[in-house]
């Protein structure tokens, strides 16, 4: 599974488009999610936060992404996303998830290399593929009154990512270029830094996948630049979030006697599946399978 994920990534790396991960805590939103992987023929990367995982199960998120998997036979992929300890990760791999994402960008840079290359040693014995990442992304995948400060020194240090990347050997690599967790409320997020991703891809090298994190309310020709520019995945939360909650306070208010959950349900789920289409056609995974 996990050289089905990288040969997807080495496509969209060598043909300048990249593949989204849409996170879910919910089968309605797994749902509407794979619904527009379906109809627009694109690889699908599900994504859970420690939380998001907390809240489904990790035995159950896998079980309903390769319950999903067997029925489209698309290329659907689960990927546990912000990782935090290498306990917690551990836990996934052997719930049977094919990806995982350590956060260990708040740590220093040694640390993280030394916590990443024991993700490493396991992920390889099991065949999952791992996401390191390398300058603190900050924010929450919610709606924010202020967006966080970012300051040129925050973003990711091209030379602390290819000192990463040597010494872990990591299949995909989240970067900090200017994008920040969650939306501001009333407006787009920062421009990327398409200068520093252009330094940390040089750095970094073609061997490893470059990752966008924050990419909900980014400007969409900003997203086009950076795969451009090397960004392989695109990460989406907030954006999936902000559309379920939206639907579903809409359809209840529409009929507030309905407690049956299938029938206030689908408009939720609708929702869901237009954000994900509308990414993965700015994206360019359309007909990639």
């Known amino acids: 599974m996990p050289n089905k994920i990288l040969k997807i990534l080495k496509e969209a790396q060598e043909e300048k488009w990249a593949v ?31 939380g998001e995982s907390n809240f489904i199960g990790l035995r159950q998120a896998v079980a309903l992404v390769a319950s999903f998997r067997e029925e489209t036979r698309l290329p659907i992929f689960l990927n546990l996303d912000h990782g935090k300890t290498f306990e917690y990760i551990k836990e996934a791999i052997e719930a049977g998830y094919e990806m995982v994402h350590f956060d260990g960008a708040q ?45 040129e020194s925050d973003l990711t240090d091209p030379k602390e990512a290819g000192i990463f990347v040597k ?29 520093r991703l252009r330094e ?21 020709e900003d997203l086009r630049q950076a795969i451009k520019t090397g960004i392989v995945k695109i990460n989406i939360n907030t954006e999936l979030r902000t559309a379920f909650t939206e639907a579903l306070k809409k359809s ?18 609708e929702a869901v599946q237009r954000v994900v289409e509308n990414k993965m056609r700015l994206f360019g995974s359309v007909n990639k399978i």
């Open 20 to 50: 989204g991960q849409f996170n879910v805590s919910t089968l309605e939103a797994l749902r509407g999610a794979v619904q527009a992987a379906l109809n627009l023929k694109s690889p699908l990367i599900i994504g859970t936060s420690e």
């Open 107 to 151: 740590l220093p840079l040694e640390k993280n290399i030394e916590i990443t290359k024991k993700i490493m040693d396991l992920a390889q014995e099991k065949g999952v593929s791992v996401e390191g990442e390398v300058g603190l992304i900050p924010g929450a995948s919610r709606v924010l009154e202020k967006a966080p400060e970012i300051k």
């Open 200 to 220: 940390i891809k040089e750095e970094a090298g073609d061997k490893v996948f470059l990752v966008l994190h924050g990419g909900s309310g980014t400007p969409e």
């Open 252 to 269: 209840l208010k529409q009929d507030p006697k309905e407690t049956t959950p299938y029938k206030y349900l689908p408009p939720v789920l």
């Open 167 to 195: 010494e872990t050997k990591v299949d995909r690599l989240a970067v900090n270029i200017g994008t920040f967790h969650g939306m501001e409320s009333g407006g787009l997020n920062p421009r990327i830094n398409l200068q």
